[in-house]
């Protein structure tokens, strides 16, 4: 498949933030942004798992070799912002170049958007933006493991579920977007999570 | 949707361990099988992310009210299986039910198979099973996250990208199947990954 959907300007609101385990839990790619001093940089990240719902803790593998890992570790912040397939192009850009020598919200026509919590910007044309502050940093120098609280969500209204890119090494990405449900058949106590 | 595509019997071949990525960092559900003395059991887990290729490192949130807790803690052991959408109802089933009171391999009609490198049982009836020890415990205690190392790997050999579920929460799955790819734009050096 080469065409893509067209990009789109979403309206976002406000998400609890124990419900971002909806976004995060099945697994997508996501775009991590940073800040520090006048820096700042977008990286992908595809190692990341829901740890807990109150309060919203999310760990997420940042390998130091990326132009991320010291921003990140440093200011202690980053957002996580989710594109759908309509980024496809921009998610292998952002993989395949280094914020040590481009701007990629020039390069890839991003638009950096002001977060309330952090310093790190949001990217408007992603379908959910996460506001993160480190949680615990005991694990980064053993594996580069960073556990981040989620502070802030802003999810777009529409659609409910969104076309997610989900990476399998190789240079190749399931997709995934149609849903099934089986609320009917689920207990009344584990719905609520 | 109500159907769902029949259950298969799969011919599995051996994955170097490095590779299993390819299968968990979309981030599918998965179903953990544990053994201890005479008990085993099976549970359901969508927050785990790979960490590591070699060694193949893969952190799992197990909550401790889970009967699995206990038996993977004390075993230091598990395998991690992989279902597609033909066995969503049995995904489900197991996630609302407790081994403490019904063996689930009976209950599901799902067949026990001997590991070779431990001693908790794989699914036949999974699309891949993946064989794990214990590699660090230290946030087990503080998160109920493991990280274990993947001694051993199984996959079936067809499909090549199999049609997974990515829980969302609230009952409902989204399923991966489709693939984009994009190898054509990717470094070199970043395909072998």
Chains 1, 2 share one sequence.
């Not at 010291?70 to 397939?85: G, K, M």
């Not at 952090?118 to 996460?130: K, Q, S, W």
Request: charged letters at 20%; glycine letters at 6%.
């Amino acid at each position: 498949m080469s065409s893509r959907p067209a990009r789109r300007h979403y309206r976002k609101l406000d998400l609890p933030v124990w419900q971002v385990r909806r976004y995060l839990e099945p697994g997508p790619i996501v775009l991590v942004t940073s800040a520090l001093g006048g820096a700042r940089n977008i990286m992908t990240m595809g190692w990341h798992t829901v740890m807990e719902f109150t309060p919203s803790l999310v760990g997420c593998m940042i390998a130091s070799g990326n132009h991320s890992f010291e921003l990140i570790r440093r200011s202690r912040q980053c957002v996580i912002n989710l594109p759908t397939t309509a980024l496809v192009d921009e998610v292998v850009g952002i993989g395949n170049t280094s914020g040590a020598e481009i701007d990629k919200f020039a390069k890839f026509a991003l638009t950096a958007e002001r977060a309330e919590r952090v310093t790190a910007p949001l990217i408007r044309e992603c379908y959910a933006n996460f506001e993160c502050k480190l949680a615990d940093g005991t694990l980064i120098d053993k594996y580069n493991f960073f556990i981040f609280e989620v502070v802030k969500a802003h999810v777009a209204s529409s659609p409910r579920y969104p076309e997610t890119l989900h990476y399998t090494g190789d240079g190749a990405f399931m997709v995934a977007g149609k849903i099934i449900s089986r609320r009917a058949q689920f207990r009344p106590e584990l719905l609520s999570q």
